[in-house]
């Protein structure tokens, strides 16, 4: 195993260090506080497309599409992107200004793998250029979702038609007005077993029988300008071409999609995490309190000690996911995408406790990014599935695994 980056990959570090130097960390706060403006609620922060276009002249862009997807991949390798997602996962937002932020990075993937010509003539390749944004579709209020099986919008076929009608909620990104495109997750029945009953399609923003039932906080945050929404489907009726590979494939789709999704996450909240120490670490250098530093306080130095053994311990694993994935597929790294999906977030989470612990009072405020980083661990636990149905599945696996061995 080799533990350098490699000539190509330290190149583009540097590169995408210089550009966030240049036009990302100086505009963090004016960025942050128009959003959090509620006179702005909804409307992007006026400065995103200039930045947008400053990463594309830099050949810093669409960065995360694995090698495999040409002609419309950049050439990495998920291994190659990790340290890359985790720079821009330094920052809230800064993902985009690569086209690199979920969930368009997914949906992207979706199309790029199992989208027709058609389709991706239509919706990918504006997608790509960072035209419009996207949405996907799985959640619903009335069943529990971490058992995707239970899913139960439908889409039935009529005529050249199929009609969508259900209700789904925790949509991020709708509420963006650059929303232009969805894809949803839900059931075209059949006598087929259970994986085999739901199916992935393509909704344009503006059908009719779409409405927005209302925004949800999250932590108290509205999380604008995409945010994260209910939504009702009434009657929504779409061309059959907008379903995507076939009747009854929506969950070979969906792990197609969620594997990298979710370790996208894992290498920016290890940015964040990151980021986090630094904070603490120049905190209590500069700080005094009964008389010593905090920095000579042995609490202290335990804390930021276990803070940086977790993060490079998180960092180890999600490159080691990466490296699986690309060397033996998604379905095959499926136990090391389920172990850093249960081990970044509750790393981040806890390194960012710390941080906030060390700078009292301040760490509560947006004075830093210390609260948003906390409360942005707290919820990835369950975004892309919670903790317990990762460790659930991961815990059958390797019971199954061990069990096949040789007893030594």
């Not at 994986?195 to 029988?209: E, K, N, W």
Request: glycine share 8%; hydrophobic share 40%; charged share 25%.
């Amino acid at each position: 195993m080799n533990f350098e980056y490699g000539e190509k990959v330290d190149a583009l570090r540097a590169r995408v260090t210089a550009f966030m130097d240049e036009h990302v960390y100086p505009i963090e706060q004016e960025r942050d506080h128009f959003l959090h403006d509620p006179a702005n609620l909804w409307t992007p922060w006026p400065g995103t497309e200039k930045i947008k276009e400053a990463a594309r002249a830099a050949g810093l862009w669409n960065l995360f599409l694995p090698h495999e997807y040409t002609p419309f991949s950049p050439g990495l390798t998920n291994l190659e992107y990790a340290p890359l997602a985790e720079l821009m996962g330094r920052v809230f937002g800064a993902s985009e200004y690569f086209n690199c932020a979920a969930p368009d990075t997914g949906n992207m993937e979706i199309l790029a793998k199992y989208g027709t010509p058609e389709q991706q003539e239509r919706w990918l390749k504006p997608l790509l250029a960072g035209a419009f944004r996207s949405a996907y579709v799985m959640t619903e209020p009335d069943v529990a979702s971490s058992d995707a099986t239970n899913v139960a919008t439908t889409i039935l076929p009529d005529g050249d038609d199929y009609v969508i009608n259900g209700t789904k909620w925790w949509i991020s990104g709708v509420m963006d007005p650059r929303c232009k495109v969805y894809i949803l997750l839900g059931r075209t029945p059949n006598d087929g077993p259970r994986h085999r009953q739901h199916s992935q399609i393509i909704i344009p923003a503006d059908t009719p029988g779409i409405e927005i039932v209302r925004p949800l906080h999250v932590f108290d945050s509205l999380h604008s300008p995409g945010g994260h929404c209910e939504m009702r489907f009434t009657d929504v009726r779409v061309p059959r071409e907008n379903l995507l590979l076939g009747e009854g494939r929506g969950f070979e789709i969906a792990q197609g999609r969620l594997g990298p999704g979710r370790i996208h996450h894992c290498m920016r909240l290890i940015g964040l995490a990151q980021r986090a120490v630094e904070f603490m670490a120049r905190r209590v250098e500069n700080r005094v309190a009964f008389g010593r530093k905090l920095a000579d306080q042995g609490s202290i130095r335990q804390d930021v000690a276990k803070s940086y053994c977790e993060i490079e311990q998180a960092r180890l694993l999600t490159l080691k996911a990466a490296d699986a994935m690309d060397r033996y597929g998604n379905k095959a790294a499926k136990d090391l995408i389920a172990a850093i999906k249960i081990v970044a977030p509750l790393m981040a989470q806890g390194v960012a406790d710390r941080a906030v612990q060390a700078h009292g009072a301040m760490g509560f405020s947006r004075d830093t990014p210390l609260a948003n980083v906390f409360t942005t661990a707290r919820y990835l636990r369950m975004a892309d599935g919670p903790d317990e149905a990762h460790m659930s599945q991961l815990g059958k696996l390797k019971i199954a695994e061990y069990n096949a061995l040789p007893v030594r």
